[in-house]
């Protein structure tokens, strides 16, 4: 099973932009399909953007976020990034890195980070 590392967060103004990280640790990395979700004080954990797994490799983003943050992965680093552009007040939340997998033998495994904080002022 993966364990996931998030990093790159931090206090920046609107209009600036900020890379997060995602640091996989575990086997089958590449097998995940993995996604960012943010949260924000007294919201809803939401779903930001997701990529497919293996040569796939789709992507797909929420509509707050489309146009403004790009998701990618680096299979062989066993890394997923989140590069935010544009940053709005509202961007503001504790972001989570996971991944989920369904094996051949229809195991589920779905896996979080522990979250990085990024603030955007206006």
């Known amino acids: 099973q993966v364990q996931l590392v998030e990093s790159g967060g931090g206090s920046v103004q609107a209009g600036d932009s900020l890379r997060l990280s995602c640091q996989g640790f575990?086997?089958?990395?590449?097998?995940?399909?993995m996604a960012w979700y943010r949260q924000a004080p007294g919201k809803q954990r939401e779903w930001v953007a997701r990529?497919?797994?293996?040569?796939?490799?789709?992507?797909d983003y929420s509509d707050s976020v489309k146009g403004r943050f790009t998701i990618s992965r680096d299979n062989g680093a066993k890394m997923v990034y989140l590069q935010m552009n544009n940053l709005r007040p509202e961007d503001t939340a504790t972001y989570y890195c996971?991944?989920?997998?369904?094996?051949?033998?229809?195991?589920?495994?779905?896996?979080w980070g522990r979250g990085t904080q990024v603030t955007v002022s206006s």
């Open positions: 996971n991944g989920d997998w369904t094996s051949p033998y229809d195991e589920n495994y779905n896996v």
């Open positions: 575990g086997v089958a990395f590449s097998m995940y399909t």
């Open positions: 990529i497919k797994s293996g040569s796939d490799g789709s992507t």
